[in-house]
């Protein structure tokens, strides 16, 4: 059974920067684009970061490119999001999410697996 855990969450200030991981488990993660969404009190969730299965290629939500890097390790079976200059707005839960259809994308019913999430908390 597939299993997504991610852990690194947690309080912090504005400014302060975060990294969350992913590990996977009974995934052949080098085979699955990789993807971060977020939710914050009472809204949708929504796309974050996604990356691709080599890790050549990323994509972005406008609201944290050029501050939010994600990277991973198939070695290791896990996906990080490396968060800098941390904003109020950021405060959300945190899900990693595997697609096993190939494609990069931002799009949330093409991903087959969820983590449980975890929190992150800005405060200003």
């Known amino acids: 059974q597939v299993e997504l855990v991610e852990s690194g969450g947690g309080v912090v200030q504005a400014g302060d920067s975060l990294r969350l991981s992913c590990l996977a488990t009974?995934?052949?993660?080098?085979?699955?684009?990789m993807g971060w969404f977020r939710q914050a009190p009472g809204k949708d969730r929504d796309f974050v970061a996604a990356?691709?299965?080599?890790?050549?290629?990323?994509n972005y939500a406008d609201s944290v490119r050029g501050r939010f890097t994600i990277s991973r390790n198939n070695a290791e079976n896990t996906v990080f999001l490396h968060m800098n200059r941390l904003e109020p707005e950021d405060t959300a839960i945190y899900y990693c999410?595997?697609?096993?259809?190939?494609?990069?994308?931002?799009?949330?019913?093409?991903?087959?697996?969820w983590g449980q999430g975890t929190q992150v908390t800005v405060s200003s």
């Open positions: 009974e995934l052949t993660f080098s085979t699955a684009s």
């Open positions: 999410a595997a697609s096993t259809k190939g494609a990069i994308t931002s799009i949330q019913f093409w991903y087959d697996y």
């Open positions: 990356i691709s299965r080599t890790g050549d290629n990323t």
